[in-house]
């Protein structure tokens, strides 16, 4: 199990929202149980440094950073963590290859996380230490297949440990993600209606709000797929997906509006991203309740199917 393998309470992993998961929101995360993630993805390299330097002083439990592959920063960001010796580094947005003999070379836990079983059987080669395999129903950036389908997939084709994103939010997603063959799970959504959460209130607000079909993917056409909450900004552009290709001029527009979301709070122009699961996430909680919550959940969760299952007798 997860927790085992990392040495720490429960087997989950917070998912490195970025511009959310600060220092101060992982090292949370990781004394109450699951493992912390700082997310990097709009960071440069001093800023990720002084995170992780200032979550080593907030926790004693370990942690790990997330580097999104698309970050213009990315090569200082790997060297800078091979130095500063983090217990586990994901990935996301790209294929971390030529960075895998540096970070495990530093003693770190390499964690990618994967969209599809060729990049799964990719990492493993490259020595991914365990996979993080997300289906589309994720917020953010996402790949086109289900965690349902995904998962069992990734599973029967690696020979290293799976983790399930994408989609879970209490104890029967967590339950079946280890139906699946995941040894954890990693959660983002939940954890964005976290008191400790350091969103806008508008940005929590809209997440109790959001209904199952509130989610969209933008940005399909131009090969960079974001799931956020539907608003003026997913109209705007998908309308321009529609009419122009500028690539870039266009991913700048979602980059600079996940800023107006998280900090302004901007729920009509803003990227507010979040998984299909938000409709389920209606109360905001402190965090070491969520965590409780999935992990009780899933045990009390765990009697009724055996239930179900002599009930089926057949
Ligand atoms: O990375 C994520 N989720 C993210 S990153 C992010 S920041 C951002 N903001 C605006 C535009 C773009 C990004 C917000 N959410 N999840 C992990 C994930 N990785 N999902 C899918 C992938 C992925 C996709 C393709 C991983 C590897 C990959 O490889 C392609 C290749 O072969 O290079």
């Known amino acids: 199990m997860l927790n085992k393998i990392l040495k720490i309470k429960y087997p989950i992993i917070q998912g490195a929202m970025a511009n959310i998961a600060t220092a101060e929101f992982a090292a949370a995360v990781s004394n109450c149980g699951g493992l912390g993630i700082i997310g990097t993805g709009a960071m440069n390299v001093e800023e990720a440094r002084a995170s992780i330097q200032k979550c080593k002083k907030l926790t004693e439990k370990p942690f790990g950073v997330n580097v999104m592959m698309m970050n213009p920063y990315t090569k200082?960001?790997?060297?800078?963590?091979?130095?500063?010796?983090?217990?586990?580094?994901?990935?996301?947005?790209?294929?971390?290859?030529?960075?895998?003999?540096?970070?495990?070379?530093?003693?770190?836990?390499?964690?990618?996380?994967?969209?599809?079983?060729?990049?799964?059987?990719?990492?493993?080669?490259?020595?991914?230490?365990?996979?993080?395999?997300?289906?589309?129903?994720?917020?953010?950036?996402v790949g086109e297949q289900t965690t349902m389908a995904l998962v069992p997939q990734v599973v029967d084709a690696v020979n290293i440990p799976?983790?399930?994103?994408?989609?879970?939010?209490?104890?029967?997603?967590?339950?079946?993600?280890?139906?699946?063959?995941?040894?954890?799970?990693?959660?983002?959504?939940?954890?964005?209606?976290?008191?400790?959460?350091?969103?806008?209130?508008?940005?929590?607000?809209?997440?109790?709000?959001?209904?199952?079909?509130?989610?969209?993917?933008?940005?399909?056409?131009?090969?960079?797929?974001?799931?956020?909450?539907?608003?003026?900004?997913?109209?705007?552009?998908?309308?321009?997906?529609?009419?122009v290709s500028d690539r870039e001029e266009l991913e700048k527009l979602t980059l600079g509006a996940l800023r107006k979301a998280v900090f302004e709070g901007d729920m009509q122009n803003g990227s507010v991203m979040m998984g299909q699961i938000a409709g389920m996430c209606k109360e905001q909680k402190p965090l070491q309740k969520i965590l409780d919550d999935i992990m009780e959940g899933s045990k009390k969760e765990l009697q009724n199917l055996i239930s179900k299952h002599e009930e089926m007798s057949w």
């Open 76 to 141: 200082e960001i790997m060297e800078m963590i091979a130095e500063e010796k983090v217990a586990v580094v994901t990935t996301g947005a790209g294929n971390p290859g030529i960075y895998m003999d540096m970070l495990k070379a530093s003693g770190a836990k390499v964690f990618p996380v994967v969209p599809s079983v060729a990049l799964a059987i990719r990492m493993e080669r490259s020595g991914a230490d365990a996979l993080i395999v997300e289906g589309g129903e994720a917020g953010g950036h």
């Open 162 to 243: 799976v983790i399930a994103a994408g989609g879970v939010a209490d104890g029967r997603g967590l339950n079946a993600a280890l139906s699946l063959g995941a040894i954890g799970v990693q959660v983002g959504t939940c954890l964005l209606v976290a008191d400790e959460c350091p969103i806008h209130e508008n940005y929590k607000l809209a997440t109790i709000k959001a209904k199952d079909t509130d989610t969209i993917v933008t940005g399909r056409s131009l090969n960079s797929p974001v799931r956020v909450m539907k608003n003026k900004m997913t109209r705007e552009h998908l309308r321009l997906e529609a009419e």
